[in-house]
């Protein structure tokens, strides 16, 4: 079966720090990987996402992810938090049956 | 301007009640998900459906079951709702393809006592 695990469930920052989200996923075929973040208040929305070629994405905000493929990793970094950053953010894989999963997510605090 | 409207913001029903839960879609997508959000254990999938009349199973579809008659309409179902039930439900939708973003409603926060 398909598992995500984020592995920081909790991340406080000051803004200008750089920050980095760990995501692993456990799926033996063809997958296509998400990050989605949900603002306070707000719907959940999508942040970028791999589904093929370069393995360096960049989404919305200054945002960017890798996907490792031997490390079934798609870590999501972004160099410069600002306090608007503040939100929480969940790793998504997608198998090819059409299955959406989502990791436990990760909230992050960002301080002014 | 995309839309998944969610039947109910706020519900309140009672151990042993029957709990229709209503999602639709104006994007003509094909794809249709049930979720649960709580607290520490993020967004878990009850059930999808990839097509009209479609369904599967997700990650934790016991006590649950979903209806798809129309393309544009999912509702999830609690034969016999639980206080373990109780849980903000999110619906989504997503065209179909496997690199396609879901878009979100703006969830059902279901109390059940």
């Known amino acids: 079966a398909q598992s995500v695990s984020q592995h920081n469930h909790h991340v406080i920052l000051s803004e200008a720090a750089s920050l980095e989200l760990g995501c692993n996923y456990s799926?033996?075929?063809?997958?296509?990987l998400f990050w989605y973040v949900q603002y306070p208040g707000q719907h959940l929305q999508l942040l970028l996402k791999?589904?093929?070629?370069?393995?360096l994405v960049k989404g919305i905000k200054g945002f960017e992810a890798e996907f490792i493929k031997s490390k079934f990793s798609f870590n999501l970094r972004k160099p410069s938090v600002q306090w608007s950053d503040t939100a929480e953010y969940f790793c998504?894989?997608?198998?090819?049956?059409?299955?959406?999963?989502f990791g436990a997510g990760t909230t992050v605090t960002v301080r002014a | 301007d995309v839309k998944v409207t969610q039947s109910s913001r706020y519900l309140v029903k009672r151990t042993g009640e029957k709990v229709f839960l209503e999602c639709v879609q104006d994007?003509?997508?094909?794809?249709m998900f049930w979720y649960r959000q709580d607290p520490g254990l993020g967004l878990r999938l009850i059930y999808f459906?990839?097509?009209?009349?479609?369904?599967e199973k997700g990650d934790i579809p016991e006590g649950y079951s979903v209806s798809r008659e129309k393309k544009e309409r999912f509702s999830l179902i609690l034969e016999s709702a639980s206080t373990n039930q109780t849980s903000m439900y999110l619906c989504?939708?997503?065209?179909?393809?496997?690199?396609?973003?879901?878009?979100f409603g703006q969830g059902t926060r279901l109390t059940v006592v």
């Open positions: 799926y033996g075929g063809t997958v296509n």
């Open positions: 989504a939708s997503s065209k179909q393809g496997l690199d396609t973003e879901a878009f």
């Open positions: 791999y589904f093929s070629g370069d393995p």
């Open positions: 994007m003509d997508h094909e794809n």
């Open positions: 459906s990839y097509d009209v009349k479609m369904k």
């Open positions: 998504a894989p997608q198998s090819n049956d059409y299955k959406l999963s």
